[in-house]
């Protein structure tokens, strides 16, 4: 299956992956970044999967979510009827549950199930008994049962059933995962928990108030980021896979089931612009928590419970996403020097008290030593936004959200009435301001550069406007833009920077897509400056790109025509909320930051 064949369901804690042909192909319990049961995604059916659906195996004739919710509906049209299975994941109780649903829509069609369990990212083959007429599978820490309500036989390493739904007719299969080490768990009602979930999806999305054009888009996209959001800690995740590459085939495969502080605020930004503070108020919860102790020890990402080791390792026994190696868990980048991070932070904790989110003392006094580690280290070079494995730079997008970190220390001050070196504060802001527009300008081309001294273009220079560090008439940024449409666009889509033999900067081998959340924010630079009707016409065309089900990756890849990168990402969604914000309005500058 490609990556757009793909549909997300998940409780808040994990997720799952289902393809179009009715196969559960990626799945990790208890947590997002727990090892996979169902992995055939980045191997085969061997390494872990669920497949339900019609005799025969083919791709669903049409699938949906539900209105306002994540429960997701595909329909199979046969020669002798139509079946409907419904897959979503009930908020969770104690254990993790996958509920299926198989409802006869007409006449009599013949299904089949296949179930391959595979623990430790397929692995680990586990034990398997039946017990009272279900299924459990045993593999070291884990247990995982399946109720179903036919019966299903053994061989080859599988479980496999046929069996005939007519029309009118139900059948709930519910499969758990549990400590192993525990008793059986409570076996819970498929009917009663899907119209529980959506009850609590629906009422959710209620309170919404996004009212412009593209709702729909922007729903899905809000449904979505909820739906990373890891909810005992408030932390949000970037996207619920591992090692989908950016280049098909190529070594660029990441793990993004952690929470990275500018992707999660990035998405607060989104989440808050729509109404939604009460997420903001337990990320900020989850922050303090996650980088309590020393501002210098602070890191770019963490794990869903604050967790700060996360190692790197390659999964050799998986074949990769079409033969993409290596696979990796795990990320080194949390290793790395990434000054924007601050200005990130610091923006997403103005935004949320501008907001309405309550005062915090002790959430001022660890942005206070933010501030005072951005004033001895904004000088320094570091690995960036994009999180290069090349040699350490000066890059402009750095230096700029240091600019943001000052910037939003003196409005905290001054608006809140915080206690500060404000006076400091203020003048340091405009050294790095006018550093940046000395060392970052290419007065002859007049273009910012991805770094001081470089030649290359850099599409983060997009969010200069959007920030506030300079407006958006003013002549540098719109010789930016100019610049960044005519060298960093292909097929009419916006890359993050050169990717060629003779440009090093991120010490990676091969090439990549076009960077969604790029395009993005060209479509809402087009809008502060007045080109609406570009601005509309390039919004089309992403929008065009999410699947059937309103999904989006990482990146498009116009070589192919395909998406590329994990799945879905929260980078290319926010990005999509926020220029539907700006193109159902005037704008001249946002309230906060669109990171």
């Known amino acids: 299956m490609r990556i757009e064949d793909y549909a997300l369901i998940g409780d808040m804690q994990s997720a799952a992956l289902v393809a179009r042909d009715g196969s559960i192909d990626w799945l990790c319990l208890p947590r997002f970044d727990s090892p996979a049961c169902f992995a055939a995604l980045l191997g085969g059916d061997r390494n872990g999967h669920w497949w339900l659906g019609p005799e025969g195996r083919r791709p669903a004739t049409r699938r949906r979510y539900r209105t306002d919710t994540l429960i997701l509906e595909s329909e199979w049209d046969t020669p002798t009827g139509t079946v409907r299975v419904i897959d979503f994941m009930p908020p969770r109780d104690v254990n993790p549950d996958v509920v299926r649903i198989v409802e006869g829509v007409s006449g009599t069609v013949r299904m089949s199930t296949q179930l391959r369990v595979r623990f430790d990212y397929g692995r680990i083959v586990p034990w398997i008994r039946r017990f009272e007429g279900h299924l459990q599978a045993v593999g070291g820490p884990d247990s995982v049962w399946l109720h179903s309500p036919i019966p299903l036989k053994g061989g080859d390493y599988a479980h496999v059933a046929d069996f005939e739904v007519k029309e009118g007719q139900r059948l709930s299969f519910v499969f758990t995962w549990h400590p192993s080490h525990e008793p059986m768990p409570r076996q819970i009602h498929g009917e009663t928990q899907l119209a529980e979930t959506e009850e609590m999806w629906k ?7 996004h ?43 990441w793990d993004y089931r952690f929470c990275w502080l500018r992707d999660a605020t990035m998405t607060l930004d989104a989440l808050i612009g729509n ?78 008290r501008t907001s309405g989110l309550a005062p915090d003392d002790r959430a001022w006094a660890i942005q206070r030593e933010l501030i005072n580690y951005v004033e001895e280290h904004w000088d320094e070079p570091d690995e960036g936004l994009w999180e290069v494995r090349g040699p350490r730079r000066h890059f402009v997008h750095s230096k700029m959200m240091c600019w943001v970190a000052l910037d939003r220390a003196v409005q905290y001050v001054e608006r809140f009435d915080r206690k500060g070196p404000v006076e400091r504060w203020k003048a340091l802001r ?101 080109r609406k009707d570009e601005a509309e016409e390039l919004f089309g065309r992403l929008l065009a790109l999410r699947n059937d089900v309103g999904l ?36 001249t500058r946002p309230s906060g930051p669109t990171l």
Request: proline residues 6%; negative net charge.
């Open 203 to 209: 009422d959710w999305v209620s309170t919404c108030t």
């Open 211 to 253: 009212q412009g054009p593209w709702r729909e888009a922007v729903i899905r996209s809000l449904i979505t980021l909820k739906a990373l959001t890891y909810s005992p800690t408030g932390g949000i995740v970037a996207a619920p896979t591992t090692s989908l590459p950016e280049d098909l085939g190529g070594v660029r495969n």
């Open 275 to 352: 109404g939604y503070l009460e997420e903001a108020g337990a990320w900020r919860s989850w922050l303090l928590r996650a980088i309590a102790g020393r501002p210098q020890d602070l890191q770019i990402m963490y794990g869903v419970a604050g967790e700060r080791r996360l190692p790197e390792l390659e999964l050799d026994w998986l074949d990769g996403y079409e033969r993409s190696r290596p696979v990796r868990i795990g990320n080194q980048a949390v290793n790395q020097l990434q000054l924007d991070v601050y200005g990130e932070v610091m923006a997403c904790l103005f935004l949320s």
């Open 430 to 530: 405009e050294a790095v301001h006018a550093e940046i527009c000395a060392k970052g300008f290419d007065p002859e081309r007049n273009t910012f550069t991805q770094s001081y001294g470089s030649h290359e273009l850099d599409a983060a220079l997009l969010l200069m406007p959007m920030v506030g560090f300079l407006p958006v008439d003013d002549p540098r940024v719109t010789g930016t833009v100019a610049a960044i449409e005519k060298e960093l666009m292909a097929e009419g889509f916006v890359l993050r920077y050169p990717v060629a033999a003779d440009n090093d900067v991120d010490g990676l081998p091969g090439g990549e897509g076009a960077f969604l959340a790029c395009s993005f924010w060209l479509v809402e630079v087009m809008a502060m400056q007045g």
């Open 552 to 587: 989006l990756a990482e990146e498009y890849d116009p070589r192919y025509d395909r998406l590329v990168g994990n799945f879905p990402q929260a980078f290319s969604h926010v990005p999509l909320i926020h220029a539907a914000r700006a193109l159902s309005k005037d704008v």
